[in-house]
């Protein structure tokens, strides 16, 4: 291994300290919203499969008898 890759490449490491301040800060609440805004579509989602399978036993059912 050649130290002038070792060299190039140490060169490009950003300190932490920039790091932290390029950062964006992040609302806590606002992704918490997202969560519960995706969970909600998530459990329509699913009512609504499972209401269409029960109408649709239904349907069978009182057809077959």
Not at 27 to 56: G, P, T, W, Y
Request: glycine share 2%; charged share 30%; hydrophobic share 35%.
């Amino acid at each position: 291994m050649s130290t002038e890759s070792l060299n190039r490449t140490s060169k490009n490491v950003e300190t932490p300290s920039n790091y932290i301040e390029t950062q964006k800060r992040v609302d806590v609440d606002v992704l918490k919203q997202r969560l519960l805004e995706e969970d909600r579509k998530d459990k329509n989602k699913r009512n609504m499969i499972l209401s269409s399978i029960a109408v649709f036993l239904g349907i069978v059912f009182i057809l077959t008898y």
